[in-house]
């Protein structure tokens, strides 16, 4: 059994930064296919970015290209999103999800582990 787990989240005033951190554990495989996503209150569930199982490859949602990142450390089964001008907008619970059968993928529909989530609020 894989477990996903998010860490790193909180709250930031309007312009602040973050890093969420979300680390596979368990039976896992040598890499997996991963990304983030979130979900406002009230809103469904949406994607925020995703990175492919070498790291080679990234893509981000247009509301947050050029202010967050998502990278990879293999060898400790890590993946980051580092979150830069933070809105208000921003403000959800951030949830990371992965995929072992896949390369790279920014449907929610194509992965098959999440974790609980993180909440991170942006207000001032």
């Known amino acids: 059994q894989v477990r996903l787990e998010e860490s790193g989240g909180g709250w930031v005033q309007p312009g602040g930064s973050l890093r969420l951190s979300c680390v596979a554990s368990g039976r896992t495989r040598d890499t997996y296919a991963m990304g983030w996503f979130r979900r406002a209150p009230g809103k469904e569930r949406e994607y925020v970015a995703a990175?492919?199982?070498?790291?080679?490859?990234?893509n981000y949602a247009g509301s947050v290209k050029g202010r967050f990142t998502i990278s990879r450390e293999n060898a400790k089964n890590t993946i980051y999103l580092q979150m830069n001008d933070l809105k208000p907008e921003d403000t959800a619970v951030y949830y990371c999800a992965a995929d072992g059968s896949i390369a790279f993928a920014t449907s929610a529909s194509l992965f098959d582990l999440w974790g609980q989530g993180t909440q991170v609020t942006v207000s001032s």
């Open positions: 990175i492919a199982r070498t790291g080679g490859n990234t």
